[in-house]
Each structure stands twice: as C-alpha cells, then as structure tokens.
C-alpha cells in the first residue's frame, strides 16, 4: 500500500538558517513525489515534484527537494529561511504502477514550519 | 495565472441536509478529484473523475456522495444527508493528464454540519 511519512509535527528554524522538513515514503512502483504548502485559510500550493531524472529538484520560492530511492526519502530543504516561509508543508506521492488510478495522491499528515525572526 | 476555483468558502448545514460543493477546474484540464481534510488530520482522497465519469473513489466516497459534470465548466460534489463526521475543508484538483502530472489546488470549501 502507498505511503507518506512526515516525521516531524513541527520544525522551528530561525530566520536566514537552512530548513530542512523531512518526508518518507512507501510505494510498490516508482514514485511521484510532489510538495504542497498551505497557509492559513489557503488551500494547497504546488511547491515542486520529483517524476524522474535528477534527483534535486528546484521549485517555488527558493524550495529544493532531493529523491533519495535508497532512502525512499524526498526531504524539503531551503538553504535560507524566511518568516514568511512559515506554514504547514505537506509532501505527497502517487505511485506509477498505479494504474488502476487516475492520479490518487496520498498525503502525509503535514509538519507545521515555524520560522523565527 | 489560471487557477481553481470554489464557492461557497463556507458552508454551514444541518445533520440530513444536501450540500452542493462547486469548483470550476482549469480550463484546459481533464482530470477532476475530490479531496477533504478534517481538521488537525491528513488531505484524504475522495474520488477522480474523467471523461464524465468517476475513475476512482475511495472508501470514503459511499453512496452519500456524487460527482457531476454539469456543464463545460462546472464540476460538483453533492453529499445527499449530511452527518456530523462530514464536516471538513473539502477541495477541489484539477490536472491536465494523468501520471506525474501536477494537481493544481482550490482554496477549499469549509463544510460545518450541525
């Protein structure tokens, strides 16, 4: 069965420090990874994806995300935090031996980024 | 840029009472999906929906709950009779494809059933 972990509920970090908000995941096939974040009373933006090719991927606002198929990991990173990054960040995969689907994503539970002046 | 939209952002309905959630999806978009997020817990999957019919639902999505396609534009889920355990920030996605194709996001209806 397809599977998302977020270990962390929370990550603090202080304003201009790397941020790192780890995701694991579990899939039968290749996964498609992807990151979302949601603000307050926002729905979900589409940050970055991982479908194939190199394993660091660069998205939105600065995010980066590295696939790690060892590790079945595909961890968010930013080299420079802003306060304004603070949010709560969901990471998803969709597995491609699903054929059966037509795009179900499987979430994880979210980890809520705190960034400190 | 283009972006999904839905209305209403809240709704608030009695226990037994129909609610329609609307969401118009990305013009050139094919693929239509349901998801909800009750309060302090994970985004579920409810259901896809292509080519005017659903082509996936999850256990969640029982026979209280419909999808259509009502006009070139439109696309709705229904909850016939609501329960209390319905209530939840329902959004809606759109894709152009399938596969790894980016879901794009609605900011969500948030449904309170008393």
């Known amino acids: 069965a397809q599977s998302v972990a977020q270990p962390e509920d929370q990550v603090n970090v202080a304003e201009g420090n790397p941020l790192t908000v780890k995701c694991t995941y579990s899939v039968s096939g290749n996964p498609y990874l992807f990151w979302y974040v949601q603000y307050p009373n926002r729905g979900l933006q589409f940050l970055l994806k991982?479908?194939?090719?190199?394993?660091l991927v660069k998205g939105s606002y600065g995010f980066e995300a590295e696939f790690n198929k060892s590790q079945t990991s595909f961890h968010l990173k930013k080299p420079s935090a802003l306060v304004s990054d603070s949010a709560l960040y969901f990471c998803a995969v969709r597995d491609s031996h699903d054929s059966g689907g037509y795009n179900k994503l499987i979430f994880g539970a979210g980890t809520r980024l705190a960034v400190h002046p | 840029e283009p972006e999904v939209t839905q209305t209403p952002s809240h709704q608030v309905t009695q226990m037994g009472q129909e609610v329609i959630l609307r969401c118009v999806p990305i013009s050139n978009h094919l693929y239509f999906y349901w998801y909800r997020q009750i309060l302090g817990q994970k985004v579920e999957f409810l259901v896809s929906?292509?080519?005017?019919?659903?082509?996936?639902k999850s256990e969640i999505f029982d026979d209280q709950f419909s999808v259509e396609r009502p006009d070139g534009s439109n696309f709705t889920l229904k909850i016939r009779s609501t329960k209390l355990e319905d209530s939840a920030m329902y959004f809606c996605a759109s894709s152009q494809r399938k596969g790894g194709e980016t879901q794009y996001f609605g900011p969500g209806t948030r449904l309170l059933v008393l």
């Open positions: 929906f292509y080519n005017n019919e659903i082509s996936e």
């Open positions: 991982y479908i194939t090719g190199d394993n």
